[in-house]
T-cell receptor, first 116, second 114 residues
Framework: AQKITQTQPGMFVQEKEAVTLDCTYD???????LFWYKQPSSGEMIFLIY??????QNATEGRYSLNFQKARKSANLVISASQLGDSAMYFC?????????????FGSGTRLLVRP | NAGVTQTPKFRVLKTGQSMTLLCAQD?????MYWYRQDPGMGLRLIHY???????AKGEVPDGYNVSRLKKQNFLLGLESAAPSQTSVYFC?????????????FGDGTRLSIL
């Protein structure tokens, strides 16, 4: 069965510093995708970054990067130069699957608070 | 850029009442999904559709029904609402089934069942 684990319920970071949000996953599928979504207090789900299981390089999108360690089954999100607007809930998710849905499996999330 | 639009945004129901949540996407996506989000549990899949006229059950389908009569619309129905269905409901869509396709989410519907 596929599973996503986020072990940090809450994190604090000082403005302008970098922060790493942890994500480990479990799957037996050879092909899968890993995603990070941001959910601000307003509630919407915002797609941040994607990493494919066959990608050789770690994904980057602006201040977001994904530290992908396939052997350890981890896909940690790194946010550089934190901003106050980064305060939000962050979800790691996986999509893959031998079934037809290719649904997203979500972790329980990490709440990040950026301190001024 | 409408993307994925959910209506209504908020709703309060009494136990036993019925209602329908509407999801509309203007991106010509084949795949559509309904999730529910409960505190501390992330999002869980209720039902999904791989194309017009098709629907299938997800992880937590009990108490819900869905219909996809038009490609752009995906409806979620509660026939007899129960307090356990108090949650935030998200609709999502994606163009393809491949794992590298992100799902695009609506803004959510906050539903309270009294």
């Amino acid at each position: 069965a596929q599973k996503i684990t986020q072990t940090q319920p809450g994190m604090f970071v000082q403005e302008k510093e970098a922060v790493t949000l942890d994500c480990t996953y479990d799957t037996s599928d050879p092909s899968y995708g890993l995603f990070w979504y941001k959910q601000p207090s307003s509630g919407e789900m915002i797609f941040l970054i994607y990493q494919g299981s066959y990608d050789q390089q770690n994904a980057t999108e602006g201040r977001y990067s994904l530290n992908f360690q396939k052997a350890r089954k981890s896909a940690n999100l790194v946010i550089s130069a934190s901003q106050l607007g980064d305060s939000a809930m962050y979800f790691c998710a996986m999509r893959g699957g031998m079934d037809s849905s290719y649904k997203l499996i979500f972790g329980s999330g990490t709440r990040l608070l950026v301190r001024p | 850029n409408a993307g994925v639009t959910q209506t209504p945004k908020f709703r309060v129901l009494k136990t036993g009442q019925s209602m329908t949540l509407l999801c509309a996407q203007d991106m010509n996506h084949e795949y559509m999904y309904w999730y529910r989000q409960d505190p501390g549990m992330g999002l869980r899949l209720i039902h999904y559709s791989v194309g017009e006229g098709t629907t299938a059950k997800g992880e937590v389908p009990d108490g819900y029904n869905v219909s996809r009569l038009k490609k752009q619309n995906f409806l979620l129905g509660l026939e007899s609402a129960a307090p356990s269905q108090t949650s935030v409901y998200f609709c999502a869509s994606s163009l393809y089934r491949e794992p590298n396709q992100p799902q695009h989410f609506g803004d959510g519907t906050r539903l309270s069942i009294l």
